[in-house]
């Protein structure tokens, strides 16, 4: 039995002449209607970062992907902004900014998960969570591509691309994606693979969150190439060493392992948050402390760091939780802070601009936005790059470092939004500068929002995927319904 009350959606949705009782009947017994009057509202809607925040007037709560369907065909033809959600995890402005009185889709329930370890594949929902198939993956010794963070959407990093510590040996998540279930604009489902609406399928995999919804995937798994117990290192160095630690991720870029990850960032002295900030090296190794020490450790360490390394042999299923994002932890805990998110995709580090991401992030140090983070992640690019630049919507694989500064403040500084933002543009300029020429380059899972779609999907003047987007948009989704993350085309 459907758990709506038909009284509470008519009175809650009159003004705006929504019928949700009529899609009510279109829905599977167990999906539900929410409207704002509900106990639970507030729980199923929520974001986990409320620096972007939608306005809804109903969430569909999908059972099956049919009611995927049905809520898309009733907010097409009523013409409601449509947000599609599986952990509310996107912190987007576009989020805030495209969906006012719009109408929640949750494919949270649509989590299944099958693996075929003859055939080398999985089949997951469309809600399945990275921790979820992680651990699947763990159970049946078998490898596909991931993200980092326990809390994140598996759907939701194919659909941008999908950057990993796997991605040395397994490439992106969406280069390991072999077909999909997907609902379009009209509420029609395809299937999409190499074979079956090829267009599609491209623009799926880089640019897939202006096109549709997914409900199912079909997954490449590999045998393990890596190990099943990785190593993570964490080293401190003093403020005058970076210029060190920078040559060294350059060099160590040039012939990084498939199997390692760094991340450079800076650090506070948790005793005196006043002393100058250390920078932070923290790396994870698909292998023994042994061979990691081989890849970069006696590397790292040949630069003197200011304190001991910490050095652990971890399961490869549990590093999110260990190093401090598995669920409810740092970047997974929901509602937490608010959080402006800025950054630029680089492919190699200007010692110059770090030293200015320094400086800025000292500065912070007696202000609200003292816990703002600032790290460049550096992926293994082998398998990436393997994969032929033209064969997806993903522009950036020679491109392997994500560059970012979080902006943290107060969960009710929504007062310090202004000046978040302003202070995220300005570190953002810090990351680009030193760049090579080219233009700007951001990964949209990690866009701000503000940013021009070329930037995104069409970088360095590559005026060939800006017509080859534009044309599928006008396509698969001519009135631009899937306008809420980051969308291709800017106007509804």
Request: glycine share 10%; charged share 15%.
């Amino acid at each position: 039995m459907l758990r709506f009350s038909i009284a509470l959606l008519l009175s809650a949705t009159a003004a705006l002449g929504l019928d949700l009782a009529t899609l009510g009947a279109q829905l599977s017994p167990l999906a539900s209607i929410i409207t704002p009057s509900a106990s639970n509202w507030t729980a199923l809607t929520s974001r986990w970062d409320p620096y972007s925040t939608p306005t809804l007037v109903a969430s569909v709560q999908a059972a099956i992907p049919a009611d995927v369907a049905a809520a898309v065909r009733f907010a097409t033809r009523h013409r409601l902004p449509l947000l599609v959600t599986n952990t509310a995890h996107g912190f987007t402005r576009t989020i805030q900014d495209n969906v006012h009185g719009g109408l929640q889709i949750s494919v949270r329930a649509l989590d299944s998960i099958a693996i075929d370890v003859h055939a080398n594949t999985a089949t997951i929902g469309g809600g399945v969570r990275n921790y979820e198939l992680v651990e699947a993956l763990f159970k049946a010794k078998k490898r596909t591509a991931t993200g980092g963070c326990d809390c994140v959407g598996i759907a939701g990093l194919a659909l941008g691309g999908g950057h990993g510590k796997g991605q040395g040996l397994y490439g992106l998540v969406s280069d390991n994606l072999l077909s999909a279930d997907v609902v379009l604009a009209d509420g029609s489902t395809l299937t999409v693979s190499a074979t079956q609406h090829a267009d599609l399928f491209w623009a799926l995999r880089g640019a897939g969150h202006s096109f549709g919804v997914v409900t199912r995937m079909v997954l490449q798994l590999h045998d393990v190439h890596d190990a099943d117990v990785w190593t993570d290192a964490t080293y401190l160095y003093p403020p005058a060493q970076l210029a060190a630690v920078v040559a060294l991720v350059n060099r160590l870029r040039a012939t990084q392992h498939a199997a390692l990850t760094l991340f450079t960032g800076f650090a506070r002295d948790s005793a005196d948050p006043a002393l100058p900030p250390r920078v932070r090296v923290s790396a994870q190794f698909g292998g023994s402390p042994a061979a990691f020490a081989q890849a970069a450790g006696l590397a790292l360490e040949a630069l003197g760091p200011a304190a001991p390394a910490v050095v652990r042999e971890l399961p490869w299923n549990t590093l999110a939780a260990a190093t401090g994002i598995g669920l409810g932890k740092g970047f997974c805990e929901h509602a937490a802070k608010r959080r402006a998110h800025y950054s630029v995709q680089l492919s190699r580090l200007d010692a110059g601009a770090v030293e200015r991401a320094l400086a800025l992030y000292a500065a912070l140090a007696d202000t609200p936005f003292a816990n703002t983070s600032v790290v460049y992640e550096s992926y293994p690019l082998q398998a990436v790059q393997a994969a032929p630049a033209a064969g997806s919507a993903y522009p950036h694989r020679a491109h392997g470092i994500l560059a970012m500064v979080m902006v943290n403040y107060a969960a009710d500084g929504a007062g310090l939004d202004e000046a978040a933002g302003k202070l995220g543009r300005r570190a953002r300029e810090v990351l680009q500068s030193g760049a090579e020429e080219g233009g700007r380059r951001v990964y949209v899972n990690y866009a701000q929002g503000d940013e021009d779609p070329a930037e995104l999907y069409w970088p360095g003047g590559e005026e060939w995927r800006r017509r080859m987007l534009v044309r599928l948009k006008g396509r698969y989704d001519p009135g631009n319904v899937f306008r809420a993350y980051n969308p291709v085309v800017q106007t509804a």
